[in-house]
């Protein structure tokens, strides 16, 4: 659906290149195709071999860059990101890359992720002296190198890592080489790719595939890659924990053309669709309509196995300003009915099956609901291609609070009444599994199932905060 009308939003995406001369343009392409990721920031810093330097800025991609600003960012290296901001963590000093310079070298980072014990860190780098700019989790990973006593460079980044607890995809770069590292339990996706004899990184392989990048693999979970002109080294800083990737990638965050761990994502939302019908077999309907856009493969899923038609009954308004993406409850309700439209010539006097990807606090569903019913469709029987959204992540995903979120403290036969719907299906726990088809034997698929189980694969501190309260 449209996230920022929803209150689902993904929270950054990372680009990476090292050993092309064009490496600012590239970055350029590669955060246009993660923009999905993050819509009010990015930056990207190169380095020459001599010096970083930073273009950065508060907006979309195509806001903050222009030829000029990209001619002046040279090099044959460059980290990039988007970010999505918070209602806490607004302003440019929290854009990222951050640069940090000191006597002893120049160092950028780029993170997706959320970071569960950020203040305990925070407060103990306080207590001995570190002082910050941002309000950004990312510093903190800054000031851990920094203060690490071990030697070299690449044992301080090590000790840093092994300090984090949640999830992180980070990208450091320094005057000789580009060091990526993923989480324990690989928490948020990171691919590594290559161009000609450029190694590439991204958080989704959509980033490769507008440049033109081969796909080489994930990197892996608790894994650190050292690329410099001497090639890519792989290392490790931790032992692999659990495997839990983040379901919602699947689900509703990730574009439908990327592939997370070999398996494409719109297929495996045709594969939700489909086992969501088998599951709402009883559901006598007319016609199918997708929520755009990340519905629509589930839809067509739906239409697929149950044999009823697929249609456009809802129209997405592309061109709407930029202004109205805040992540602010009033904006996004009002936003609602400026991004969706119904098509009455699909809907009226019809049986309409509604595919959405997942309900948060259920206000934009009973919008929508509504919509369709005042453009004459008979009955509205909404289906949910996940289950029901019950428990907060913790991990870089702004899902809103146990309070807001709507499935926590509320029945399905609540949920539907409280949308409108004549009736409310949600994919089982099992049946979402079985779609992403992924190519592991670990529990699950290794995946993190955490926001509709309860259940975290890290440890959750009492002081540990919620990606909407503060920066990513
Ligand atoms: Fe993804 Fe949910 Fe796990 Fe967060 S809690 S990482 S949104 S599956």
Known sequence: MLAEIRGLNEECGVFGIWGNQDAAHLSYYGLHALQHRGQEGAGIVTTDGTQLQAVRGEGLVNDVFNEDKLRKVVGHAAIAHVRYATAGGKGLENVQPLLFRSSTGSLAIAHNGNLVNATHLKQFLERSGSIFNSTSDTEVVVHLIKKSKHSPFRAKIKEALSLLK????????????????????????????????????????????????????????????????????????????????????YVYLARPDSNIDDVNVHMARKRMGKELAKECAH????????????????????????????????????????????????????????????????????????????????????????????????????????????????????????????????????????????????????????ATNRPFEDENGGLCLACFTGKYPTEIFPDTVLPHEKDC
Do not use: W
């Open 166 to 249: 949640g999830a992180f995809s980070i990208i450091l770069l320094t005057n000789d080489q580009m060091i990526v590292a993923r989480d324990r339990n690989g928490l948020r996706p990171l691919s590594l790719g290559k161009l000609g004899d450029a190694y590439v990184v991204a958080s989704e392989t959509c980033a490769f595939d507008l440049i033109g990048a081969e796909y080489i693999r994930e990197v892996e979970p608790g894994e650190l890659l050292i690329i410099s002109n001497n090639g890519l080294e792989v290392d490790s800083y931790v032992e692999k924990d659990k495997r839990t990737m983040c379901a919602m990638e």
């Open 283 to 434: 559901i006598e309907a007319d016609v199918i309509t997708g929520v755009p856009d990340s519905s629509i493969s589930a839809a067509i899923g739906f239409s697929e196995e149950s044999g009823i038609p697929y249609e456009l009954g809802l129209i997405k308004n592309r061109y709407v300003g930029r202004t109205f993406i805040q992540p602010t409850q009033e904006l996004r309700e009002r936003g609602v009915k400026m991004k969706l439209s119904p098509v009455v010539q699909v809907v009226k006097g019809k049986r309409v099956i509604m595919v959405d990807d997942s309900i948060v606090r259920g206000t934009t569903s009973k919008r929508i609901v509504r919509m369709l019913k005042e453009a004459g469709a008979a009955e509205v029987h909404v289906v949910i291609s996940s289950p029901p959204m019950t428990d907060p992540c913790y991990y870089g995903i702004d899902t809103s609070t146990h309070e807001e979120l709507i499935a926590s403290n509320h029945s399905v036969e609540e949920i539907r009444e409280a949308i409108e719907a004549d009736s409310l299906t949600f994919l089982s726990l099992e049946g979402m599994v079985r």
